[in-house]
């Protein structure tokens, strides 16, 4: 097992307020925000001050602990009324991560289990259970590392799209926990990372994690994929997922699509990288998966789209579906699974979905 120490922390709860690193200065400057209100935090989630499936499921889980101190001294009923309410809010934060509206159930339950209990003895467990998410979600990044890295060969070229890494979660990261993995133990291995426009993930965020962590990255405009697959110098596709639907169909930051049909096109292993809390065992394909759409001035900031015709629209979706039959294998927590092994394995988490969380 590789020990893999990251030099800054995407997310940190320091007593009763959350740190979070604002993703959206970087990689100019490195600032941290302080947050105490969960409101705060849900505007958080909006803007991509945090940003990254993962993340944004453990960033909930922590809002949730902040709406109990900010509500643990009104009477029982009023308690449990906002927290609920609370927990509505925040699930609708963004709509296409899985991870969130997972985190939020999860203390939801111990929410509608608590009900007359003391908010004293609640309070404790909506922090244990938040912490418990934080710390699953590290342990479930260095098991995909470890299980991904298997995979990878020495002299291997990598591409990857957007950013899933230590940025995206609370660990090591998803797709980029496999390329930490194998590169810290030992293999040469090229990484490139598409610049994943509007917001720019890849060329803002997987740039600087990679290289604060000592590793070389190459960044290339995401009209350019085609070109370096092409070239032969790619031998393995990984990205990350936001929402992976029973039959596999998975969506991923705009884009992934592209990198799957061009992948597939010149035979080059297209591997999606997700922990079982991305895996949604109530989307039965993608089409059930709903994608968010950005404010339009991502693409065209203000300063350089003037309509003066009024004829010019945006269309800026933040995700695609990239159908099961373009992705080789999924790099799980619990191993290498294909399409068909995942539909047993999702199975068994929607069976268990009632009773575990
Ligand atoms: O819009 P973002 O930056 O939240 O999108 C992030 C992605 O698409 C990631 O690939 C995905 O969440 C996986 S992160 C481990």
Redesign the pocket.
Known sequence: MVDIELPFKTIELRGDHLVLLDQRQLPEKVEYVQIEKYKVVIEAIRN?TV????A?GVVAGFAMFLASVEYSNLPEDGYFRLMSKAADELSLARPT?ANLRWAVQRIRKIIEGNHGISIAKTHQMVKQEAEAIEAEDKELCRSIGEHGAALINDGDGILT????GAL??AGI???LGVIYTAAFSGKKIRIYSGETRP?D?GRRLTSWELAASGLDVTILCDNMIGSIISSGKIDKVI????RIAMNGDTA??IGTLNMALIADHFQVPFYVAAPYSTFDPEAQSGADIPIEFRPKDEVASAENYVDIHGKIDIYNP??DVTPVNLITAYITDRGILTSSELGAVLMRKAKNLNQVH
């Open positions: 991509m940003r990254g499936a993962p944004i991560a799209h957007c950013n899933a995206a979660t990261g998803t797709a917001v993930q990205v990350g997922a936001d991923n930051k933040a995700f």
